[in-house]
Structure formats: structure tokens, C-alpha cells
């Protein structure tokens, strides 16, 4: 008996248009596998109708805050409905990315050096005299982006000096703590780990090259970016990347399904930037490209995940 799926996509975050593509792509794999799906998003008869129509999982396919801070998880764990994805707990957790990534380092997952700082620090300490120490720890290039979130929202690449405040600034746009970073060269990697019930598996690398930084337009903007599936890398360094990821995803207690940013470095070493739970799934996301290079259908794939929620 095909299970019924409730496919959870929008919500109010600045991500709601990636949400909405996301929702409409998986659902429609899963109906091409033989699944009786629904596509709901977060509003006031959300309750309502999970309560109507009793699904058998739903899928959150919601990004940024609410659909990536455990949030709208506890309320299907109140609910008692299953669901694709990491519990709230384990959401919260790589939500917020000084969490994630302190987590990760504990494990002895390299992760490039980074401070956080909050707006308020700025007011206090007086924001030139903040900088000029955040420069002389970290120099450049640094990366800076706001503590949550995603897409690329509210991310700047800074290689010089005088361009710090601007990021800052754009970082502090999208929440009210800033996570700067500092900068590692190497070939920019995105690897997907899904566990359909033999436990987690890393899909192949995907190699990204653009023409400047990776940011929202450059990830959903078809054209902007040159994709590589696999990623152009000996065995070692695949292997390498492979396993750091499934390393991520198990030390921060995900479930289901997974991707992990990173940047590997000349020596070989993968060093973890980010981790998403509700991974992109458009036509220009990097955890479909993977699935696909891997000999995957989608619509199998994503049953698979389906029926693995059923069972956890």
C-alpha cells in the first residue's frame, strides 16, 4: 500500500520561493513512484489539516527559521506524525552554525577558524576597534555570514580590509549574529549523505565553480554556476570527503538525509563549512545532481526516504 505523504513547503522565511520549488519538484518524483502526496504549506490550517488527513509522514521541505530550527519538528512530534528529517533536537543544533561546527571540531572534523560575534557587541566595544581585532586574528579572506540561515543569504566573501563593515552589515540584514570566518582555499564541495535504512551512504561530490561567490543567485539562477558530478577528485580525496560528511551527519545526530559544504584543501583535508537537514531539491540543487550522477531515480530514492521515516 503506497503511504500518503504530506509534503510541507513555503513558510515566511526569506527562502520561501527555494521552499515552494523544492516542495513541487519532490512531489512530483514521488507521484511518478506510485505515492499519494499533498503539497500544504505552514499557515493556520496547517493544524487542521494534519488532523483531517492523518498523513503517514510528512516531508518538511521548509528552509531557514521555522523549517530549519526544530521548530515546525516539535509540532509534529506533539502532533505524533513521522516526518523526513532530522528531530528537533538535531535541527537545532545544526542550525545555528558556530553549534554545528563546535560540535564537528570536538569530533576532529577540521573546520576553518571563526568567532562569532552578536550586533549588540559592536555598540558596546565600538565596531572599528572590533574589526581591526577580528582582522588581526583571522586576516584575510574571511568569510561572513549571519549565524543561521541559508542559501547564501546574507553571505560576503572579504579580501579586503575596507569591505568588512559592508559584510557586516549584510550579514546582520538576516539575524543579529554574524559568524566570520576565515578563509580556506581549495575546491568548493557539496556532499550529500542519504540513509534509506542501511544507514547513512554519501552520494557523489558535487564540484562547484563559479565566476565569483557562491551565492543565492549563483545557486538558483541555472547558468551561474558549473557543476562537476562527480567532483573532480583522485579515490583518497573522494573517499576523504565521503566519509567527512557521513562523519558530520552522524556526530550531529541527523536522520534521513543530509548535505554538507565544505572546502578541501591541497593537503587533502575537508574542512566542514555548513550542514543542512531540509537540503535544496529545485532543478539546480545540489542533492538531486548527486542522487542522479549515482545511477539514483529521484521518485525511488525519495519513496525510500519516505519509508525509512516510517520506520524510525
Known amino acids: 500500500m503506497s ?31 506510485g505515492v499519494d502526496v499533498q503539497v500544504h504549506d505552514v499557515d493556520a490550517d496547517l493544524l487542521g489539516t494534519l488532523r483531517e488527513v492523518g498523513p503517514d509522514v510528512v516531508w518538511p521541505l521548509l528552509h531557514g527559521a521555522g523549517g530549519e530550527d526544530g521548530s515546525v519538528r516539535d509540532v509534529l512530534e506533539m502532533v505524533g ?28 572534523i577540521a573546520t576553518p577558524r571563526f568567532v562569532t560575534l552578536p550586533q549588540s557587541l559592536f555598540r558596546e566595544l565600538g565596531a572599528p576597534r572590533v574589526l581591526d581585532t577580528v582582522l588581526e586574528a583571522l586576516g584575510l579572506p574571511l568569510a561572513v555570514k ?11 566573501v572579504v579580501r579586503q580590509a575596507g569591505d568588512l563593515p559592508r559584510a ?12 566570520i570566518e576565515q578563509g580556506v582555499d581549495g575546491v568548493e564541495l557539496a556532499v550529500s549523505v542519504v540513509d534509506t535504512g542501511a544507514g547513512p551512504q554519501a552520494l557523489p561530490a558535487v564540484e562547484l565553480v563559479t ?11 541555472p ?30 545526530g541527523l536522520r534521513h538525509l543530509s548535505r554538507t559544504d565544505m572546502i578541501l584543501t591541497a593537503d587533502g583535508t575537508p574542512h566542514m563549512l ?39
Open 3 to 33: 503511504p500518503q505523504v504530506l509534503v510541507l513547503a513555503g513558510g515566511l522565511s526569506h527562502e520561501r520561493d527555494v521552499s515552494l520549488r523544492s516542495g513541487r519538484r519532490v512531489a512530483e518524483a514521488l507521484r511518478g513512484s
Open 81 to 108: 506524525v513521522r516526518y523526513v528529517g532530522a528531530d528537533p533536537r538535531a535541527s537545532r543544533c545544526a542550525w545555528s552554525k558556530p553549534v554545528a561546527k563546535t560540535i564537528a571540531g570536538r569530533a576532529g
Open 168 to 179: 557586516m552589515v549584510n550579514a546582520f540584514a538576516y539575524g543579529d549574529t554574524a559568524l
Open 274 to 312: 555548513d550542514v543542512n537537514t531540509a537540503p535544496g531539491m529545485t532543478e539546480t540543487s545540489l542533492l538531486p545532481q548527486a542522487a542522479v550522477a549515482a545511477g539514483h531515480d529521484l521518485g525511488a530514492l525519495y519513496r525510500a526516504l519516505v519509508e525509512n521515516a516510517l520506520r524510525s
Open 223 to 252: 547558468g551561474r554556476t558549473e557543476y562537476f558530478v562527480p567532483a573532480r577528485l583522485d579515490a583518497d580525496a573522494a573517499t576523504a570527503v565521503a566519509e567527512a560528511a557521513v562523519r558530520v551527519h552522524e556526530v550531529l
Open 211 to 221: 565566476d565569483g561567490p557562491y551565492d543565492y543567485d549563483a545557486r538558483y539562477s
Open 146 to 156: 549571519p549565524a543561521k540561515g541559508g542559501s547564501a543569504l546574507g553571505v560576503t
